[in-house]
């Protein structure tokens, strides 16, 4: 108890002298949310503003501001290269993902066990089988060759990139494989799509769940794809006016929507250019942490499946809620999904995507995900945040090691 007290005092005495010298602050949790573009921003105030009118009255009004709504629509489906029907508004990425495994109910289950808590806690009572992952985490894909052999009436559940490790499922294959035995696949791409050219049709994706949030587009507006020849068995997901086919009631946030379009038009003209710079900052930023602490391990380094926006590592001997604490007013990072962090527990509990990768509790105390947009950051501020990071695993080490010897003269005496 004695060492605790200490260790806390030490470190809150640093961290208090360390905020008062310096005030830059570097975001490397793009992960959680992307900031939205600026010309996405001016897209929501300026449709907000001109077209206030309820998309679904039928007077002129009405009527500008639906065609709002399509245009935006328009912009999704050509982006996704799918068509606009096959796009239905949601809050975003996690109701996307509820209510598509409404669908087909009696169908079984093949999911990832490293997916979203989003599609794994949707999944019930549903029968459901867990995959069988390669080393890196990804789905292996003779296996699941091997179990759509064996079922019928079946859908695949597989993510496109993974929220906390960045590692990629092979999508290509998944879709090829779940289109020769009649089986469905769902994909939750919210960290995919507009990082990535991802084509559902041509990907023989049947439904995914995606977020505009993610790409710089605004909170509180998603989508689920579904691809038309599934829509006679589309289930409601709410009643009430009629929108959406039906299918989904509510009065349409015109505005949100709006930028949530703007957004997957910027993304369509920006893609290449954004992942090649976009990889270049994550590959500065590791390579200058790996100076400072050669002893880190990046999950997935030698594993070419990878986004450049996201990346785990682990530090030895150090606990990533300490750290995060210690650099919270200089660089910001995650311990793993934001969406994890507001559970019903205050007690620690280790990820469920770096245990389904066999790693071990103390391992995955010190993973920090890090996360990137070419957008707002520049070299030397990735540069700057792994000096930050690794000068704050020193020195936490240091005090750890000072309070132990202190611990240890006093029980001497």
Known sequence: MLIATLFTITLA?????????????????????????????????????????????????????M???????DKIADLLKCDAEEI??????????????????????????????????SIGER????????????????????????????I?????????????????RIGELCSVTDSIFFCDATQAIGKYFVYPKQQHIGMMAFSAHKFGGPKGIGALYIDKKHHDYILPLIKGGGQQE???????????????????????????????????????????????????????????AKSPYIVTVLIQNIESEALMAYVGDKVSFSRGSACNTHSNTHNWEPSHVLRAM????????GACRFSFDSGTLTPADVV??????????????????????????????
């Open 127 to 154: 029968s459901r089988k867990s995959l069988h992952l390669n080393e890196f985490g990804q789905v292996d894909i003779a296996s699941l060759y091997t179990d759509l052999q064996k079922n019928t009436n079946t």
């Open 358 to 365: 066999r790693l071990t509790d103390d391992q995955i105390k």
């Open 67 to 73: 065609d709002q709504i399509d245009l935006a629509k």
């Open 156 to 172: 695949v559940v597989a993510m496109h990139t993974n929220n906390e490790t960045g590692i990629q499922n092979d999508i290509e």
């Open 246 to 304: 039906g299918l989904r009631a509510g009065t349409l946030n015109t505005a949100a929507i709006a930028g949530f379009g703007k957004a997957a038009e910027f993304a369509n003209k920006t893609i290449a250019d954004r992942w090649a710079l976009t990889n270049y900052l994550q590959e500065a930023f590791l390579e200058r942490l790996l100076e400072h602490l050669p002893d880190t391990k990046i999950i997935g380094a030698s594993f070419e």
């Open 13 to 65: 005495t640093i961290f208090i002298i360390k905020k008062m010298n310096n005030d830059r602050h570097i975001n490397l949790d793009h992960a959680a949310t992307t900031p939205i573009l600026t010309d996405v921003n001016t897209t929501v105030y300026l449709t907000a503003n001109k077209y206030p009118a309820n998309p679904s009255a039928e007077h002129l009004k009405g009527i500008e501001a």
């Open 88 to 121: 239905f508004f949601t809050s975003g990425a996690t109701e996307a993902i509820n209510w598509g495994l409404t669908l087909y109910p009696y169908y079984e289950l093949l999911y990832s066990p490293t997916e979203h808590k989003a599609v794994l806690n």
């Open 384 to 413: 700057y945040a792994a000096d930050v990071v690794a000068e704050a695993v020193r020195e936490i080490l240091a005090a750890d090691a000072e309070v132990k010897e202190v611990a240890k003269m006093n029980h001497k005496s």
